[in-house]
């Protein structure tokens, strides 16, 4: 029971400034989550395109690998034979994108 005018006090300055504590945490952790929120939304923004790059570029290796295993079976009329490109070329493709 509070029966000293200190307690009284006290629970009287309790009730007027834990209103603005609790908007004071409120807006502080609404301003974090808000900015992670944006900055995971620009770094999604900007892995789309490179992902779309480094996949062409892997499709292009599979094609010449398929190529390269096609003409070592014998079957030189294969849609994706390359005579004048290496597998180095298409591992310096892929690297250049990073």
Known sequence: MCT?????DFFKFLAVI???VSAFLTGLLTYYFTL???KFD???Q?????FKEITSELIELKKF???RVA???GNE???YWEENLGVLAHRTSITEIF
């Open 36 to 38: 992670k929120t944006k």
């Open 18 to 20: 834990s209103p603005f």
């Open 42 to 44: 620009i770094l999604y």
């Open 65 to 67: 690998c398929l190529g």
């Open 4 to 8: 000293t005018t200190t307690d009284i």
């Open 71 to 73: 003409y070592f079976q």
């Open 77 to 79: 009329v294969s849609p």
């Open 46 to 50: 900007n892995k789309i395109p490179a």
